[in-house]
Structures are given as C-alpha cells and as structure tokens.
C-alpha cells in the first residue's frame, strides 16, 4: 500500500496534524485524493467535475502558509469535495442538470468562500439528483453515483456524490446540502457522518435552492469530529442570506471532543415512537436498538416520546417543497445562462417557445414531476387546501418537537427505513423513493438540527445503517456531544472504524476515470 | 385599431354620463430614489450603461439571495403614513409568479395580502367650474413593496413592441429597483369628474411623494407610473360594472385623458348590448385611446406564495413613530400656509393649485424671487408652454433657480420684460443658464446713453404730432414714442429710461 493510499484513509482531524507537523504536505495529500480519484471514480462516480489544478494550486499556496507559520486555520490544506448545487467561481456548477449544462457562475457561494478563506483546497463538485430532487443520485442527468459498498446500489441521495466521495476514501471531507435528508440518509447508506445544521446556521448564499425554506449545507465527513471541525469553518451568520441566524455557534468541535470520551451521564435520549418499526428494515431497527443500549450503557436516560405529527410529514413536505421549487427552477429559461434549445419546428420561435423548448428538453422527469406539483399545489383555488395546508402541519410538527425536546434533550431514530437499494428498483415508482426520507423530512420541516452516525452493517445484507440524532434549533453541539460517544461506544466494540475495514477495497474495482 | 372591439364607436362623454356612472381604481407605482436597489447593493442611477447596474441578487443568477434595504422600508413607512394608512406590525414578501424574459427569475419579489401600508386616504381637490373647489376623499386600499423588472427594447419591427420585433434586448439596470404600489379603493360618485379626480390624485399623491423626498417623481422616466382600472355601472345602480385595467399612463394629463376615452368607448360596448371584457389594455398617447393588450390575459393566476428567502418585516411602534415625527406638513395645511405667506388672494391661489405650481413657486421663492413674481411667470409663459407639450411645470426643462436668475435680471435692470421671456425662450431650448443665454444671444437692454438718446430724437422726428402733444403737457402720449423706440432698439432698451428721456427732451 503506498504513502498516498495510507493518507486517503486518514481522518481529516489526523491530516490536519500531520499537516502542522510537516509529516505531510498539503501538495501530497491533495495528490493523493486525485489519484484515489482518477483509480475509483470510473467506478464510483462521485464527481461531475474534478479540478486539479485548481486544488493543486490552492495546495500549493496552503503549504507556503504553513511554511511561514500562519495557517488560516485548522483544517488549513485538507482538501474537500464540494456538491454541485453549491455556486463555485470559475467551476462549472450544473446542480446535476442538464438545464445548467455549461454554467460557470461567476461568484462563491459563502460556504465556498469560507472554505477557500480557511485554505481547503476544492478537489472538484459532487454529482446529486437533479436540483437536489430525489434520495439515490440516479436522478442526475449525468448518470448516478455507485454506492463503494456494492457498486449495485444507490449511494443515497440527493447527495450521493458527497458521501460516496467521502465513503469511497476520495475525499476526506466533502459538503452536501439537506432538504429532507439528502445529507443524513446517503450519510446512512454509505456509512458516512452527516450533518444537517441547524436552519440558518449556515449560509445558503449561492447555494442552489431545491426549497428555500428547509435547504441547508452541511459537513459529509468519516468522523463525528472531522465534521465538528468543517461545521465551525462553513457556519455562522452571513449578512448575505437574511435566513442566517445572527448568532455565535456553539462550541461543536468542543462537544465531539467532550463526546468521544463517552460519558452519557445526565443526558436524556428521547427515542421517536413513529420513526421506527413498521416499514423500517429488520436489520436496520436491530443495529439502531443496540445503538440505544450503547447510549444506556455510557449513562444516558432513554425515554420513549411520540410526536404524533410525523405521520404528516412527507405529505406536507411533498406539498411545500415541490411549490417553493417550481418557483424556484422557473428563472432557468434559457434567456441569461445555460442550455438555450430552439424548438425545431418553428421559425423565428418567440422568447416563450424558446423558454418552452429549453425547459422541455433540460429538465428531467423528477425535476418536472415537482414543477408541476408544486404549480399546481400554489394554484389559485388549491392554495389552502394544499400549501395553506402543509404549513399548518409543519406548525404541528414544531410543536411535537418542542414537547419532545421537553422531555429528552436529543431525539433518536434510524436515519433511513432501509439499507441502499439496487440502482434501478425505485425509478419507477416515486412514492417508495419519497418514502426513504420519512425519518429525516420531520428536522427540515421543524428547522432543527440532525446528524447520522453510521450504526454498523444490517446483518441481513452487510449493509451500512445509519443512527440519527435530532437536537433543538441552536443546540447543534447536543448532535455532536451524542454522536461521538456513539461512534466512540461502536469502535470500541468494533475495534476500528466502520469505513476502515480493508474490505471496502474488494468491492471498488479499479476503474480509471 | 387593430380589433373590431376597439374601434366599435365612442359614445360622446357628456352623453355616457347620462346613462352610466364611472368607478376607478388607480394603481400607481411609484421607483424610490434609494441609493442601492431593493434587495442588493447594486447603484440605481437612471440612464446608466445597459447591464451595469447588476449583480448575481437582481440577475436572479441560481443560488443568489435577497436582503431588504432598509432605506426602502423607511421610505413605504413615511408614504404610508403620509396616506393616513395603518402600518402593519409584521408583514411579509411575496412571490408573484409569471414568466417574461425581463424578469431575471421569473417571479417578482412583491407582497401580497400582506402589504406594509393599508387602509388610508388622502384628498384632493379640483375645480368645481364656478369658481370654487370641489374636494374629493379617496380611500387608499394598501401601499406595498415590490421590485422592479429589468427594460425590454424590442427592436425592429413597426410597433416597438415585442410582436413582430427582430429581436430584443434586455436591461436589468431597473431590475431590483425599489417600487412602492398603491392601490386605491374603487373612486366612486365622481361623475364627469372622474376624469379630473384621476388626474388630480395622481398629480395630489406626486405632491406628496416630492414632499417626503422618497422618489423623483419623474412621469416621464418612469419614476412614477399609473394604471386606471375603470368600469361603468348603470346609473344610481351600486353594482359595479366590468373593469379594464390601462397599463402605464404616464402623464397627469393622459391619466384625465385615458380615463376620459374608457367611459366613452365602454359605454358604446354597454350601448350596443355587449358585455366590456375584463382585460389589460395600453394607452397610446399620441392617439389618444387605448387598445387591448391580451398578451398576459393566459397567465393571470400568479400563484403568490410568501418569499421564503426572506425573514418577515416587523417595524416597531416606536419606529414608526419617529418616522411619522418627519413626516412633512399635510398637502391642505401646507396650502393655507403658503397662501398667507405669499399673499395670494384665493383665486390666485386656487389657480396655483390647480396648475400643480406650488413647489416651483416654493422653490423659486426659495430661490430669492418675489411671491408674485415667481407666481407670474410659473403661471403664464411657463405655464402656457407646459401646456404646449403636455408636461408638468417641473418637468420642464427650466429649473425654479434659473425662472429666478431671470427675475434678479430683470430687477437689476438688466432685462426688460420682452427680453426676459427671450431669455426664457433659450433655457427652455437648452442653450443654457440665463446669463449663458443673455451672452449668446446679446439680449441686454442697451444702456449706452448715446445710442438711447439718439434713438428717441430719432423717433420724435419721425413723430412730430406726437411730440406736440407731449409739449402741450400730455404724458400719456410719450407711450407711443416708447413704442417707436423699443422697435428701433429691437426691445433692448430700459423701457422707463427711455420715457424719461422723452419727457426731458420734451419738457
């Protein structure tokens, strides 16, 4: 095995050390992620767009502040993939659709911005469903991500290239972004660490909006602590998103420290009654109660909350969403930037044919089949019934989580109903893919804070389960403090970290890109 | 025009008033004279390079976010208010879905049922045609924030407008820029004043906008644009009629005029026995009527839904209060005040009022001419040559400081009235500033002794009979030989020198 494999595998945390140390160079450990990349990703495909050069030279420039002793910050030279919803300046950002096919926007997200000011070097974009649309990746007009656990299978999505990237050792560290779990379950179903932030805890400015008002970006990392560590450079307040919340963030990577010495004592662990049971994989509920034992045995209090409400939470979010997206996809006309289609049976095609033409032929069916949801749910005449509707219940579902959180300080559940499915076996059938975020919808909705830990493997299929933790708006460092033991509690068990078993290598093929 | 609907005949306006009474509802949009746009920082100056005030918020380029200008907010608070509204206490964006290329996201960031400003009024007043003034109460439905869309320049084609154009370009300068909307409640019982109410609302609502500093008001840059929804109802029937909603009037003027056209066309339709169809419709100003623009009738459900990129506004009471603390004095008390100041008997006030003088008054005052003075000119040759082109006072191209320079002229004794109006002439024309003008065109009055005298021994030759009767101690004859005079010196003389001249020389 040489060098550069050995530092693929290392946690971002260690490399950041290595780092201020000199073992490594930020030059050698970016190399090696491109050429974990170039060997896998023909297999994987996690990426949509790998800059090499750029990330070398961003490298390079990070090895020169560490060479004259002033870091810009901790993670300074550890480099990271970035999913392609988030606006790169000179990268092309496509958000996995044909529509934006070409587009080089010409600004930063703020999420890229801090990360380039903290000296991340950006190995490329991420691929994800269409506009963040669906929970498998295969929804990208540029073909689907392959799970590194059995390259048969959905990595989880939207954000399948995040967490296959990050799964698939490409990347130590990667950022998604979660509109109704798509951080968390393909966190689950590649037994990576995913976290949703607060809402408002991290900009959206240049984040590419699936639905403004349960979008959030956050870290896809391999440990509770590496993403504490990304969490503290991309959060807190921007005055560019009015949605930011002008707060300080609270101590996270403190928490995950505090954490990984797995001392639960005091903590009350509330586990959902309707996130579990009926409808979730044997061996998905069998690793996430022992997971629960974990916890009791490290001291915490687990007590058993109902938060009635859930049960409405995926019809009310396939109501608000598919409405705030068709409002949304509706600038991409073909007037100002990306695909421009001439309908070919008209001469002289008016800007409405060619707007008709364009959207037609860049859109794909999941990006339609919400535009027209969402057209038809804000239609006068339909718009109480249906968006008027939804958010009375996301109201409801507030008030669940406030008298949960009155009885437990973080909630509990399985991440996903199920282990990753065979790549194909949902594409026909849109309620059963809608159905793996039902555990996940309820914090978007509600704005709070979750985090998925990988639980072990489903004795059933040797696949990665994931174990969510739910915490108050603002108390993300709850997600952190809990996590950590947990994945603290397994590895011991386990003796070594879930994504390091040497396995993994038998299932990736090596494919060239 | 082009369809058989509209050119179906216009009944006589007096005579469609005997079977039908007019209902208006105006909505005026007014641009705020913000220094940055409504949801970015981007520059607002109008007349800029295409597509160089923008940035990737007012492009609606993906991923891009709104933040509200606060200025902008201020500014909805102080009109509101000085409408009499209520000001919410929380109220939010709203997005108003429809697609056209000018609009960067194919939404415009607006408010819905939850506008900042509602429930208001404001009067305005208008001659009652003997003498006296007749005031009207318009009800003020909501004033709301909104942005603007960027410009659409269709080019080639005949019309100028996006059918049968070659192609067209876009301007997102405008796009973002802060709009305030109001709405009034349908304006009823006004009868054959309809017409005039419309006119004095918009040019009332004007006064006021200029009076709170919030925009520039410039009807004819934009800055502030007027739809005229209208509908006839059967006379002394409550229900009210069908109403067609004329887009863009933008001229005080055509706001009377297009109203005027609407209850005329309207109650031939109504007299035929056909129905009005509910539509938008363009005003032609060089025509004179309007014409049925269909072009967005297939797309009239907007599917408002609140913006969820914004946090919803809450402006505190004790904000509000101060705001309301700089309001500046109520139009009516404002008028009473001036009157006395000035010293205007009522007709001459209410003549003032009703040429929308009073700030060009004010300003020329300010400026350091007499009341009566600024009074005189604002109100005859500014006046008429206003009238001339269908423009307001202020917006000709003659400014109150420059009306007073010619005055200061003219006390000096450097011009006389004749000159004075020349003067004038060349400001207008855009040949300068006054004394720019009174150089260019050598328009001093002459005041070489020499040439004066030799002038008026000139025209007692020529008048001998004149001059006798000037001797035998009729001054009042001298007028005559002044006239002579001012003709031989082409007007360029001191007119009261001259007589005094004559008389010495006839003494």
Redesign the interface.
């Given at each position: 095995m040489s060098a550069g494999s050995d530092l693929v595998r290392r946690s971002a945390a260690d490399l950041a050390d290595a780092l201020a140390s000199g073992e490594t160079t930020s030059v050698e450990l970016t190399r090696a992620c491109l050429d974990r990349i170039a060997q896998v990703d023909g297999a994987v495909h996690a990426f949509l767009h790998v800059d090499a050069e750029g990330a070398l030279a961003q490298a390079a420039a990070s090895d020169a502040r560490r060479a004259a002793g002033r870091p810009a910050s901790a993670l300074d030279g550890v480099p990271i993939a970035v999913k392609d919803v988030?606006?790169t300046e000179g990268l092309p950002?496509t958000?996995g659709s044909r529509i934006?096919e070409g587009?080089v926007?010409?600004?930063d997200?703020t999420v890229v911005a801090r990360l380039r000011a903290a000296g991340l070097p950006i190995l490329g974009k991420t691929n994800m469903d269409e506009f963040a649309m669906g929970s498998s990746t295969e929804h990208s007009a540029y073909g689907p991500t392959h799970n590194p656990w059995d390259l048969d299978r959905i990595p989880g999505g939207s954000g399948g290239g995040s967490s296959a990237a990050v799964a698939a050792f490409e990347a130590p560290l990667a950022i998604g972004t979660d509109t109704g779990g798509s951080i968390r379950q393909p966190g689950a179903v590649t037994g990576t660490v995913g976290v949703k932030p607060t809402y408002g805890g991290v900009s959206?400015?240049?984040?590419?909006?699936l639905?403004?008002?349960l979008d959030q970006a956050g870290p896809v990392t391999r440990t509770v602590l590496d993403a504490a560590l990304l969490h503290e450079v991309i959060g807190g307040h921007d005055?560019?998103?009015?949605?930011s919340i002008d707060a300080p963030l609270p101590a996270l990577v403190e928490a995950a420290r505090q954490g990984a010495a797995a001392d639960l004592s005091g903590v009350r662990v509330g586990v959902v009654r309707e996130l579990g049971g009926e409808g979730y994989q044997a061996g998905v509920q069998q690793r996430f109660d022992e997971a629960v034992q974990l916890l009791v045995g490290a001291g915490a209090e687990v007590v058993e909350v109902s938060c009635p409400s859930f049960v409405h939470a995926l019809a009310a979010y396939y109501l608000i969403m598919p409405?705030?997206a068709?409002?949304n996809l509706?600038?991409?006309?073909a007037?100002?930037?990306g695909l421009r289609v001439l309908p070919e049976t008209i001469d002289n095609p008016?800007?409405?044919e060619v707007?008709r033409a364009t959207r037609d032929a860049g859109f794909g069916d999941e990006a339609k089949r919400r535009i027209i949801l969402g057209?038809y749910a804000?239609?006068?005449g339909y718009?109480e019934a249906y968006?008027g509707q939804a958010q009375k219940v996301r109201t409801l579902i507030s008030r669940d989580f406030e008298a949960a959180f009155g009885q437990a300080d973080v909630l509990v559940s399985p991440t996903a109903p199920t282990t990753a499915f065979p790549i194909g076996e949902k594409l026909d059938d849109p309620l059963a893919m809608y159905l793996n975020d039902i555990a996940t919808i309820p914090a978007n909705l509600a704005g709070v804070p979750g985090v998925s830990v990988p639980a072990g493997l489903a004795p059933e299929d040797g696949l990665p389960v994931g174990f969510q933790v739910l915490a108050p708006a603002l108390a993300d460092d709850r997600l952190y403090r809990v996590g950590a033991a947990l994945e603290a509690l397994l590895e011991k068990e386990w003796g070594r970290p879930l994504l390091g078993l040497d396995k993994l290598d038998h299932r990736i093929p090596e494919v060239t890109r | 025009m082009t369809a058989v609907s509209d050119s179906g005949g216009l009944v006589d306006f007096d005579e469609a008033l005997e079977r039908f009474d007019p209902a208006m509802g105006l909505e005026v949009h007014v641009e705020l004279n913000t220094v940055t746009k409504m949801f970015c920082g981007c520059r607002t100056e109008f007349g800029a390079e295409p597509n160089t005030q923008t940035c990737p918020t007012c492009l609606g380029l993906p991923g891009s976010l709104p933040v509200v200008n606060g200025k902008a907010v201020e500014s909805a608070i102080r009109i509101g208010l000085a409408l009499n509204c209520e000001i919410a206490e929380w109220c939010r964006f709203a997005r108003k879905n429809y697609f056209y290329p000018d609009m960067p996201k194919n939404f415009q960031t607006s408010q819905y049922d939850e506008p900042i400003a509602f429930d208001g009024w404001t009067e305005v007043e208008i001659n009652d045609g003997e003498g006296g003034v007749e005031r009207f109460r318009i009800e003020i439905e909501r004033a709301h924030m909104e942005e603007d869309t960027g410009k659409s320049l269709h080019v080639g084609g005949a019309t100028g407008r996006i059918h049968g154009a070659d192609y067209s370009l876009v301007d997102y300068n405008r796009a973002g820029i802060p709009l305030i909307e109001i709405v009034t409640k349908p304006i009823t019982g006004t009868r054959e004043k309809a017409p005039a109410v419309a006119r004095a609302y918009v040019a009332a609502l004007r006064d006021i906008l200029l009076g709170l500093g919030v925009s520039d008001v410039r009807m004819e840059q934009g800055s502030l644009r007027c739809d005229v929804n209208l509908s006839l109802a059967l006379a002394g029937s409550d229900k009210l009629g069908t109403r067609t909603e004329t887009k863009n009037v933008n001229s005080l003027r055509s706001v009377e005029r297009a109203a005027r056209y609407e209850i005329s066309r309207q109650a031939a339709i109504l007299d035929a026995g056909e129905s009005v169809l509910q539509e938008t419709r363009h005003w032609h100003e060089d025509t004179g009527i309007t014409t049925s623009g269909r072009e967005k009738s297939d797309a009239e459900d907007y599917r408002y839904f609140p913006e969820p990129d914004l946090v919803p506004v809450a402006p505190s009471r004790p904000w509000v209060e101060e705001l309301r603390g700089t309001l500046p004095e109520p139009p009516r008390e404002r008028r009473a005040r001036l009157q006395a100041v000035w010293g205007f008997a009522d007709l001459e006030m209410r003549d003032v009022v009703a040429a929308g003088a009073i700030p060009v008054i004010e300003a020329t005052v300010a400026a350091g001419t007499t009341p009566q003075a600024a009074r005189k000119w604002w109100l005859s040759d500014l006046a008429r040559r206003a009238n001339e082109q269908g423009v307001e006072l202020a917006d000709l191209p003659i400014s109150p400081e420059q009306v007073a320079r010619v005055q200061t002229l003219v006390d000096e004794g450097a011009l006389n009235d004749k000159l004075a109006r020349q003067v004038i002439d060349g400001v207008v024309a855009g040949e300068g500033d006054p004394d720019a003008v009174v150089k260019a065109r050598g328009l001093a009055i002459v005041s070489d002794e020499g040439a004066l005298s030799e002038a008026v021994d000139r025209a007692i030759a020529a008048n001998p009979d004149v001059a006798d009767k000037i001797r035998d101690g009729k001054a009042a004859a001298a007028g005559a030989l002044i006239g002579a005079v001012m003709k031989d010196m082409r007007g360029q003389a001191d007119a009261g020198r001259v007589r005094e001249l004559i008389l010495e020389k006839l003494a």
């Open positions: 988030l606006a950002t958000c934006l587009w926007p010409p600004y997200a959206r400015y240049g984040l590419v909006a639905a403004n008002s005055p560019k998103d009015s949605t409405s705030e068709s409002s509706a600038r991409f006309d007037m100002r930037y008016s800007a409405e707007m057209t804000l239609s006068s718009y968006y | -």
